[in-house]
């Protein structure tokens, strides 16, 4: 399928070249949803209606596309992907119900960044779908397991983390009475153990895939959440002031 592969080229390129603008604009202006929402963005809508839609190409295109893949029925195809659409089931699925129990109904989530994310999320899973299904090589790949079983632990550790670290976030928010302190665990460590642990998880994904989509992927997961990690970082400094533990760094323990 030769038209496919060049497809499957420039979307690889493409998703290389998002990563840059998309570290520099978060710099000086971060997405307005959360803690940095502000009117001016057209229209809105509840944060697990908009949560459950644009993450939802991961799971449709991936299970549409994988069966066309010269490699669908290969056992280690097959595991393979498990971990990706295990991640995404939880955040397309489970953390919209989460946000829907726990949290007042309010239109608050900008269409426009959501159907930013939409389009992200439709040329990563294009990718990583066609890439386990159809374009990896597993025959003669004797460190395949050894790759995988690594990449998985430090995949699953990071989705723990990323769970509980958002288990503790909307918490905060059942309690009412407005933003308070995360405590316990990695909060003590860092203000974004959440974004912490979703970078370990694609860390691990790029060992699991050894590719460079995988490790675009990566890239671009750092690219995008070390800065929102930053500006969350200084968000919670100018709110608490000196109630705020200032040993804290942003999402990375002890470095930044």
């Not at 030769?2 to 000086?28: H, N, R, V, W």
């Not at 307005?32 to 295109?61: D, N, Q, V």
């Not at 989509?213 to 100018?238: D, Q, S």
Request: with cysteine; proline share 6%.
């Amino acid at each position: 399928m030769e038209s496919d592969q060049t497809l499957f080229q420039k979307c690889l390129l493409a998703l290389y070249f998002i990563g840059p603008p998309t570290f520099i604009s978060l710099q000086f202006l971060q997405a307005p949803y959360g803690k940095h929402r502000r009117p001016g963005w057209g229209l809105t809508i509840a944060s697990p209606l908009a949560w459950f839609l644009m993450e939802s190409p991961t799971l449709w295109l991936t299970l549409y596309l994988f069966p066309f893949g010269r490699h669908f029925s290969n056992p280690k195809a097959l595991i393979l992907i498990s971990p990706y659409l295990l991640h995404y089931f939880n955040r397309t699925v489970l953390y919209p119900v989460r946000l829907h129990r726990t949290t007042a109904s309010s239109s608050d989530f900008p269409v426009s960044v959501a159907f930013m994310a939409f389009l992200f999320n439709l040329l990563n899973a294009y990718l990583q779908a066609r890439w386990v299904s159809h374009y990896k090589e597993y025959n003669g790949d004797w460190l395949f397991w050894w790759r995988f079983g690594f990449g998985l632990a430090v995949f699953f550790s990071g989705m723990a983390l990323n769970i509980w670290s958002d288990r503790v976030l909307v918490g905060l928010k059942r309690a009412g009475g407005g933003y308070k302190v995360p405590r316990g665990g990695l909060f003590e460590f860092v203000s974004c153990p959440n974004y912490f642990g979703e970078i370990l998880e694609w860390l691990g994904w790029a060992v699991m895939t050894w590719s460079w989509v995988g490790f675009g992927f990566f890239l671009y997961t750092c690219a995008n959440l070390v800065p929102r990690a930053g500006a969350n970082h200084k968000w919670y400094l100018e709110k608490f002031g000196e109630d705020y533990p200032k040993a804290r760094k942003s999402v990375i323990p002890f470095l930044y």
